[in-house]
């Protein structure tokens, strides 16, 4: 059974700081994996897809790893804003289904 | 970019009615959606898989009789709470794709808060 972890759970950092946020997953069948950004109350916003034959993909301030091998993927983002502050959320997509399993997200405040 | 509509985005109900929830895909045709719910701190977890024109599959230990869904066309599916109890309190989020593995696009959300 596929699980996902996000690490840490909660993470408060004051603006301009670089900042990593980690995820790992057991079953490194994948087709794909996403990051998401979460706000209150809110739907999910898609921020990063990497395929698994892929290593990592870009957009921005924001740079996603892929280690299908070890299970594990970081998201970096750089120079954070205020308005940054989300809960993100990691998730695969299992090969040989529609399914997604997602992990319980690291909620990030960037104090101004 | 591809919208999908979800509404309402909140509800309250009394506990023992029914409530729906829909979504809709705006500029696209939807050929599968999926339903999930979130409790507080807790990952997204997927309740079912509906296909247009099919039955919905459901995941373990979702009750298929209590969450109703309906997915009649390519644009829109429903999830019908029925005989809602405080314990089905939860955020619920449908998301909507097109053809096989093309990108999945979420709704908003619905908070439906059962007193």
């Known amino acids: 059974k596929q699980e996902v972890t996000q690490i840490p759970a909660a993470l408060s950092v004051p603006e301009g700081e670089n900042l990593v946020l980690n995820c790992s997953f057991t079953?490194?069948?994948?087709?794909?994996l996403q990051w998401f950004r979460q706000d209150p109350g809110k739907g999910l916003t898609s921020l990063l897809l990497?395929?698994?034959?892929?290593r990592e993909q870009t957009s921005g301030r924001l740079n996603a790893s892929l280690d299908k091998s070890s299970g594990r993927s970081t998201l970096y983002i750089a120079a954070s804003q205020p308005g940054d502050s989300a809960t993100y959320l990691c998730a695969v997509h299992i090969r040989g289904s529609e399914k997604l399993v997602f992990g319980k997200g690291t909620k990030l405040t960037v104090n101004p | 970019g591809a919208v999908v509509s979800q509404h309402p985005s909140w509800v309250i109900c009394k506990s023992g009615t029914s409530v729906k929830i829909e979504c809709r895909s705006l500029d696209f045709q939807a050929t599968t959606m999926f339903w999930y719910r979130q409790f507080p701190k807790q990952s997204l977890m997927l309740m079912a898989t509906?296909?247009?024109?099919?039955?919905?599959?459901?995941e373990q230990g979702v009750e298929k009789d209590k969450f109703l869904i309906n997915h009649a066309s390519l644009t829109l599916s429903t999830l019908t709470v029925t005989s809602a109890h405080p314990e089905d309190s939860s955020f619920y989020i449908c998301?909507?794709?097109?053809?096989?593995?093309?990108?999945?696009?979420f709704g908003n959300g619905t908070r439906l808060t059962v007193t």
């Open positions: 079953d490194s069948a994948i087709y794909n």
């Open positions: 998301s909507a794709r097109g053809v096989q593995n093309s990108p999945l696009h």
């Open positions: 509906s296909n247009e024109g099919s039955k919905a599959t459901y």
């Open positions: 990497i395929q698994s034959s892929q």
